[in-house]
């Protein structure tokens, strides 16, 4: 595993190059839990989301020689966004594959920031093989997740929290590949053995909860979601976040598109906050009441903003226009 030790040096060498963001608590959220609930604002973070603190710590690592080469990943959009942010930062060219699936919002974003793009299939599964191809050629892969580098660095984002809140009680956290949720689980039980960790994911395609569920990574399929960085596969050979989220996470919740919806919009008018469908998953667990046995200071994280504005908009007044890709 990741260790606390990995987490804090990790820390020490990023600071300098991301934001240390708020923790403000949310007297709405407090008031429907009937616990202290927190929101930590990540979303507010350079490349707006949690990303680049795990792609500045594996970036930042590179040898000469492999900065020369230049650095090649797959991604659902933020990990993209924030390897190419991180690269250019240091003078190292990236390459981002994405499957089709990806808004159109966040491959603009990444093709501003300097870096070439590949779209690939439909699937998250078909942009890694295609980063791994391109590897070959000799540039280095810096995966989404399952890399110790990029673990610790979303690992940091723990610490913040504890920092903030040493009384933290349960955190809400992401749940997609694995990598955010090892991480932050990690420093938490580290400095708070009692508190808990549950994974949130949407109910179509998680792959990290059907991999649980059978006791080894597996294939999903891939499906449009709002909450769509948490899509893709874990790896049929996940080394580090499989076992990492089966051993630290207490509870893995499912959300459904409407109760998405919902997180959203009550992130913007009970909070104020232009959220996308992965950062607004647990506003969405809070309302829906998903979590059992809640116990306060509840944290929940909003993980990233990088939604489609016209989207946002549609979704805010309520549209029933709005693409349904669930219940």
């Known amino acids: ?14 600071k300098n190059h991301i934001l240390t963001t708020p923790l403000a608590q949310s007297c709405s959220l407090s008031s429907v839990s009937r616990v202290p609930v927190y929101l930590k604002l990540e979303h507010r973070q350079t490349t ?18 492999e900065r020369r080469r230049g650095v090649v990943a797959a991604s659902t959009g933020n990990h993209g966004r924030a390897l190419s942010f991180a690269a250019n930062a240091c003078g190292v060219n990236a390459t981002i594959c994405m499957s089709n699936l990806v808004p159109e919002n966040k491959v603009s974003e990444i093709r501003r920031l300097g870096a070439e793009v590949r779209i690939v299939g439909r699937s998250q599964d078909d942009a890694q093989e295609e980063a791994e191809r391109l590897s070959g050629d000799g540039r280095c892969l810096i995966p989404p997740f399952d890399h110790p580098a990029v673990i610790a660095g979303q690992g940091t984002l723990g610490l913040e929290i504890l920092e903030a809140l040493p009384d933290v009680a349960t955190v809400l956290i992401q749940l997609s590949g694995g990598g955010l949720a090892s991480g932050v689980a990690a420093a938490v039980k580290s400095l708070r053995p009692d508190a808990r960790v549950i994974g949130l994911t949407m109910d179509r395609g ?6 649980l569920d059978a006791g080894r990574p597996v294939q999903v399929e891939e499906f449009q979601t709002l909450a769509d960085s948490l899509g893709g596969g874990i790896g049929l050979a996940n080394k580090w976040t499989f076992s990492m989220c089966r051993d630290l996470l207490d509870d893995v919740i499912l959300l459904s598109e409407s109760e998405i919806a919902a997180g959203i919009r009550h992130a913007y008018a009970r909070e104020r906050e232009v959220v996308e469908g992965a950062g607004a998953i647990g506003i969405a667990a809070l309302l829906a009441n998903k979590i059992n046995d809640l116990r306060g200071p509840v944290v929940t994280v909003l993980s990233g903003r990088n939604i489609d504005m016209n989207l946002h908009k549609r979704l805010v007044s309520n549209d029933k226009e709005w693409p349904r890709t669930g219940s």
């Not at 606390?4 to 990023?14: C, F, M, P």
């Not at 998680?206 to 991999?211: D, F, G, H, L, V």
């Open 1 to 14: 595993m990741i260790d606390l030790n990995d987490i804090e040096d990790a820390g020490k060498r990023i």
């Open 48 to 65: 707006g989301s949690f990303k680049l603190r795990g792609a500045f710590n594996a970036v930042l690592q590179l040898s000469q020689e």
């Open 206 to 211: 998680a792959a990290m909860k059907a991999s």
